[in-house]
Antibody, heavy 123, light 107 residues
Framework: EVQLVESGGGLVQPGGSLRLSCAAS????????MTWVRQAPGEGLEWVSS????????YYADSVKGRFTISRDNSQNTLYLQMNSLRAEDTAVYYC????????????????WGQGTRVTVSS | DIQMTQSTSSLSASVGDRVTITCRAS??????LNWYQQKAGRAPKLLIY???SLQSGVPSRFSGSGSGTDFTLTISSLQPEDFATYYC?????????FGGGTKVEIK
């Protein structure tokens, strides 16, 4: 069974940093692109960043570009999101998701998703 | 960037109704369109990928259609467990944008 378990969320002050982790199991991690998606309280889904299976290609939403870094450790089957210079508007539940296929470097659809980890940016 | 628009933010329907949810892309995305269901407090779940392919384990009352810029998710006979919010998402090119969501509520 494919499982994704996020961790690392919490309360952080504006300007601070957090590193989210997503532990993957049940599939050959290195083959599949991985993605972070977030959801602000009461809002819809916002794609944040995607990473190729090898880790060599990345893409970021404009809202996080230059502040967030996506990475993966294929030896540990773990995806990361390093979040720096955090702002109030980064407050959200952050989900990691596995690409449903490996036909493109960024993944054509997301399945499954983890349970999410909550990030709150507030003083 | 490609913008995804779900023009109906919420709708009310009864058990047994046929429900149609629409999604429009700001430019052609071929059939690179996916649908997700999200229930309150839960992670999203993939229903349909590549516009019309039913994800394994998803009931056959769900179906998707469309290509280019206009897409539709249809629930042929709404069940109690289908009350949720539905999102479309384009995967033609990054950034991989979502629609704003359509909440299906009980009439």
């Amino acid at each position: 069974e494919v499982q994704l378990v996020e961790s690392g969320g919490g309360l952080v002050q504006p300007g601070g940093s957090l590193r989210l982790s997503c532990a993957a199991s049940g599939f050959t991690f290195t083959i599949y692109p991985m993605t972070w998606v977030r959801q602000a309280p009461g809002e819809g889904l916002e794609w944040v960043s995607s990473l190729s299976g090898s880790g060599g290609r990345t893409y970021y939403a404009d809202s996080v570009k230059g502040r967030f870094t996506i990475s993966r450790d294929n030896s540990q089957n773990t995806l990361y999101l390093q979040m720096n210079s955090l702002r109030a508007e980064d407050t959200a539940v952050y989900y990691c998701a596995k690409s449903g296929d490996s036909s493109s470097w960024f993944g054509r659809w997301f399945d499954p998703w983890g349970q999410g980890t909550r990030v709150t940016v507030s003083s | 960037d490609i913008q995804m628009t779900q023009s109906t933010s919420s709708l009310s329907a009864s058990v047994g109704d046929r429900v149609t949810i629409t999604c429009r892309a700001s430019q052609s995305i071929s059939t690179y369109l996916n649908w997700y269901q999200q229930k309150a407090g839960r992670a999203p779940k993939l229903l349909i990928y590549a516009a019309s392919s039913l994800q394994s384990g998803v009931p056959s009352r769900f179906s998707g259609s469309g290509s280019g810029t206009d897409f539709t998710l249809t629930i042929s006979s709404l069940q109690p467990e289908d009350f949720a919010t539905y999102y479309c998402q384009q995967s033609s090119s990054p950034p991989l944008t979502f629609g704003g969501g359509t909440k299906v509520e009980i009439k």
